[in-house]
């Protein structure tokens, strides 16, 4: 499968699990488990594809893999959420 798609759907995953921890206030609730499993199906075949890439060393087009992507730092502090560091 197309990377490009993969990426899409797990981008589509993440606004979906923000939206279900929002709503259902619990994450250990089990859709949001499931929806987190699936995300991370497609964390891996996406890593499984660069690591190809790098293998056949074909150029990588993107140093990330996100074109958007953001430092979970950001993330935070665009959505209220308190990190702690550990030292």
Do not use: W
């Not at 987190?36 to 075949?45: F, G, N, P, T, V």
């Not at 990588?60 to 959420?81: C, D, T």
């Amino acid at each position: 499968m197309d990377n490009s798609i993969l990426i899409h759907r797990l981008e589509m995953l993440q606004n979906r699990l923000y939206d279900m921890a929002n709503d259902l206030g619990n994450l250990t609730d089990p859709e949001i488990v499931a929806v987190s499993e699936e995300a991370d199906r497609l964390i891996i075949q996406l890593q499984k594809s660069r690591m190809d890439h790098c293998k056949s060393r074909q150029p990588v087009h993107s140093l990330a893999l996100f074109a958007n992507s953001k430092s979970s730092e950001e993330v935070g502090q665009e959505h209220g959420a308190l990190f702690l560091k550990h030292s």
